[in-house]
């Protein structure tokens, strides 16, 4: 029964240790496909951030554990209409949409309290 159970922990690691490898050589193969996408959110975030890192970074966590990547996002942009306005004007409707329509998480406006980002009015006046 020991040897057994022996055998299938070895296995186990092998398995491990070839997706590990199959996820670098994948993670490899689409840096190419991924980058020009990659360089326009990098530039977009240095013009609006310079001083604020950003970009998404993806590692494999050796080891065997279940939680076998580790994903950070770190794109947040605060864009005002005339900013949307300009990058629609040099983005096909198909780029805009993919880039900006469909990763927005949260609009913020002036149309009630509960459009700010605190849900409230703030009065930051004098006393």
Do not use: C, H, W
Request: zero cysteines; proline letters at 2%.
């Amino acid at each position: 029964m020991q040897a057994e159970y022996n055998a299938k922990k070895r296995q186990t690691k092998i398995d491990f240790i070839e997706i590990e490898k199959i996820t670098e050589n994948y993670l490899n193969d689409i840096d190419e496909d991924t980058k020009k996408v990659r360089d326009f959110f990098r530039d977009l975030a240095k013009k609006l951030y310079p001083q604020s890192p950003s970009g998404i970074t993806i590692n494999v966590k050796k080891g065997g554990n279940q939680l076998a990547f580790t994903i950070e996002k770190q794109y947040i942009a605060t864009v005002n209409q005339n900013q949307l306005n300009n990058l629609q004007k040099v983005l096909s409707p198909e780029e805009y949409d993919a880039i900006i329509t469909n990763n927005t998480i949260l609009t913020l406006t002036d149309e009630s309290d509960a459009a700010k980002l605190l849900g409230i009015k703030v009065d930051i006046g004098n006393r």
